[in-house]
């Protein structure tokens, strides 16, 4: 059974940084994705960035944070990161990390998710 857990958030002032945290365990070689997703109260779940978790070295981002987040991943640990650099107040969400077999920015391609990590960011 697939496991994930998510770590890191909290809150932070605008221009700073945080660093979210997903360790996952239990999955098969055929799950070749990573993402975090964001959710903002009363809205759909959005996807942020991705990561290639089977061996190519890609990532995606979203348009809003490209050039901000930074998506990683240690295969070594079986976690992936999400550095969020330049917070901006819009940034205020529920973050969540999820594992899937496409890589993809849709949550429609993604049903194991972990049970979220909040991140406030204050002016």
């Known amino acids: 059974q697939v496991h994930l857990v998510e770590s890191g958030g909290g809150s932070v002032q605008a221009g700073g940084s945080l660093r979210l945290s997903c360790a996952a365990s239990?999955?098969?070689?055929?799950?070749?994705?990573m993402a975090w997703f964001r959710q903002f109260p009363r809205s759909e779940r959005e996807g942020v960035a991705v990561a290639d978790i089977g061996g190519e070295r890609r990532t995606a981002y979203r348009d809003p944070v490209r050039g901000r987040f930074t998506i990683s991943v240690d295969n070594a640990k079986n976690t992936v990161y999400l550095e969020i650099n330049n917070a901006k107040p819009e940034d205020t969400a529920m973050y969540y990390c999820?594992?899937?077999?496409?890589?993809?920015?849709?949550?429609?391609?993604?049903?194991?998710w972990g049970q979220g990590t909040q991140v406030t960011v204050s002016l």
């Open positions: 999820t594992i899937g077999r496409a890589f993809s920015l849709w949550d429609g391609d993604y049903s194991i």
């Open positions: 239990g999955y098969t070689p055929d799950y070749r994705a």
